[in-house]
């Protein structure tokens, strides 16, 4: 059965940062393609960065580049999407996924002064 727990949401000021986690079982981790989404209040998933098993990373959001990192750690089967210097643009709810096909439950991330 494939589960995928994400943690680490919360609230932070702007310019904070969080780090959210992406535990997953019941399938060979190392061997998919992982994703971040967030979805904006009444709107489409969006992707916002997607790891390939060699953790190679490619993201989709103008505004993540050294801004986020995802990375993955095959040994612990958890994805890793590192938040720093937020901005209050990046509040929304995020979610992991395996290859867009099974998806953890998601994560709220709240941004205020």
């Known amino acids: 059965q494939v589960q995928l727990w994400v943690s680490g949401g919360g609230s932070v000021h702007p310019g904070g940062y969080l780090r959210l986690s992406c535990a997953a079982s019941?399938?060979?981790?190392?061997?998919?393609?992982m994703r971040w989404f967030r979805r904006p209040p009444g709107r489409e998933r969006v992707l916002v960065a997607n790891v390939i098993p060699s953790d190679s990373t490619t993201y989709l959001l103008d505004s993540v580049p050294g801004r986020f990192t995802a990375f993955r750690d095959n040994d612990k089967n958890t994805l890793y999407l590192q938040m720093n210097n937020i901005r209050p643009e990046h509040a929304d709810v995020y979610y992991c996924?395996?290859?867009?096909?099974?998806w953890g439950q998601g994560t709220q991330v709240t941004v205020s002064s």
């Open positions: 996924s395996r290859h867009s096909t099974k």
């Open positions: 019941g399938f060979p981790f190392s061997r998919y393609v």
